[in-house]
């Protein structure tokens, strides 16, 4: 898995993204209206795409696109 192709799968998932508008160092929260389901899919997109879990707690401690993916990156087995 490389930072592009994490991005242009979250772009997929939220048709509120304009393609091309998110980069690694986006600020998640701002690129889109985050709220607590938006949080809950994009936890369920992880799990299905890439076979991990990540919590709430990871989002809260997470500011960036880049913050994502390397949580993710660090526990893809």
């Known amino acids: 898995m490389n930072i592009e192709k994490f991005i ?3 772009e997929t ?4 993204l ?3 508008a998110l980069k690694p160092e986006s600020i998640f929260r701002d690129a889109f209206d985050w709220n607590s389901v938006n949080a809950l899919i994009f936890i369920a997109l992880v799990n ?3 076979n991990v879990v990540i919590t709430a707690d990871d989002l809260r401690k997470s500011k960036t696109v880049n913050d ?4 993710i ?3 893809i087995k």
């Open 13 to 16: 998932e939220f048709e509120d």
């Open 8 to 10: 242009q799968d979250i």
């Open 18 to 20: 304009t393609p091309g």
């Open 48 to 50: 299905t795409e890439y």
């Open 68 to 71: 994502l993916f390397v949580i």
């Open 73 to 75: 990156q660090e526990r």
